[in-house]
């Protein structure tokens, strides 16, 4: 059951609020230059300022908040462990990330969830399915201040990929779905991402460093433009910029990765099958891109209200909102 916590995705160039209810509320604004760089936080007084003003703008109410954490400070794994005590489990969590973390897990805060259980033939429980995660105590830290100071209070702090396995979860327990293939391309303005999910089960993920920034880049050096100007020409496709060469050469570089990862889960795993796949994210609405994306990938673009909860269908903006509105599930 979703809690009336306000949802928050700070990626490096755009901002995504969610609060879910009867009145659902979605807000999807691009940040002023230099307040963000690559996720880390450049000028928190005036990050403050802008989610201060962004709260009431959009209407959200009350305090409570919960975040997508950054990828520079989270580590996320999935991993089995033996049917032992909550306490012990939480002991050797520091453990699984050591190759991750290496000496410093005392500056972390480690967090689980069940993903499943391994039974032997007689149904005794012989492992214990976690999804796991490592975030920094500082990165949190400075974040909650941050956004103590914008009149937030922070109560959720989760890496996006727990995130949208609430979605995902969610979506399985309403419309019970028998073990479907969810394909998740996942576009940013840094990054874009590949998830493939069997059921509730995350089988695939990958990370590629290049998003809509990219994109502005290349409209930057195509009209000697700074790149803060040029993001404003691809919004609103500036003399068609969204169909030239240019920018193709940048979807191809996106998509040819994006394909990659698709078709080496199809040979790893030939019994699966999929045909569609649902597309996400605070930049997914550069069409032009997208349309690349499943050219390359040879699927077809799912409706986003199979997944979305109810009070979100038809919401032109909640597929760019979709980890805010996980990380409140």
Not at 194 to 220: F, P
Request: proline fraction near 3%.
């Amino acid at each position: 059951m979703a809690k009336n916590y306000i949802g928050i995705e700070i990626d490096d160039g755009i901002v995504a609020m969610y609060q879910g209810g009867n009145r659902c509320k979605i807000l999807v604004s691009r940040l002023p230059e230099n307040l963000v760089n690559g996720s880390e936080i450049v000028s928190p007084e005036l990050l403050s300022k802008f989610l201060k003003n962004m709260k009431k703008e959009g209407g959200f109410s009350g305090r409570d908040c919960a975040l997508i954490l950054p990828e520079f400070s989270t580590y996320f794994r999935s991993l089995e462990m033996p049917p032992i005590s909550e306490k012990q489990l939480r002991l050797n969590l520091p453990y699984e990330f050591r190759d991750f973390v290496g000496n410093e897990s005392v500056n972390y805060n480690f967090d689980y969830a069940v993903e499943g259980y391994v039974k032997d033939e007689y149904g005794e429980v012989t492992a214990v399915g976690l999804l796991a995660a490592a975030a920094s105590k500082k990165t949190i830290k400075e974040y909650e201040d941050l956004l103590y100071r914008a009149g937030f209070r922070l109560k959720v702090a989760l890496p996006r990929e727990m995130a949208l396995l609430n979605v995902i979860r969610a979506a399985v327990e309403r419309e019970a779905y028998d073990n479907r293939t969810f394909v998740i391309i996942d576009v940013g303005f840094s990054n874009t991402r590949a998830y493939i999910l069997q059921g509730e089960e995350l089988r695939a993920a990958k990370t590629i460093e290049m998003g809509c920034k990219d994109v502005d880049r290349a409209i930057a050096d195509h009209y000697h433009i700074d790149v803060y100007l040029a993001a404003s020409y691809r919004e609103t496709d500036h003399d068609g910029i969204l169909e030239s060469d240019v920018c193709r050469a940048v979807y191809n570089r996106i998509s040819l990765e994006v394909m990659k990862t698709i078709n080496f889960y199809k040979y790893e795993n030939r019994q699966s099958e999929f045909e569609d796949c649902f597309i996400c994210g605070v930049c997914s609405d550069t069409q032009a891109l997208v349309d690349n994306m499943l050219t390359y990938v040879r699927l077809k673009k799912a409706n986003p209200d199979l997944i979305l909860p109810e009070e979100c269908r038809g919401l032109s903006d909640a597929p760019r909102a979709l980890m805010s509105i996980g990380v409140t599930l």
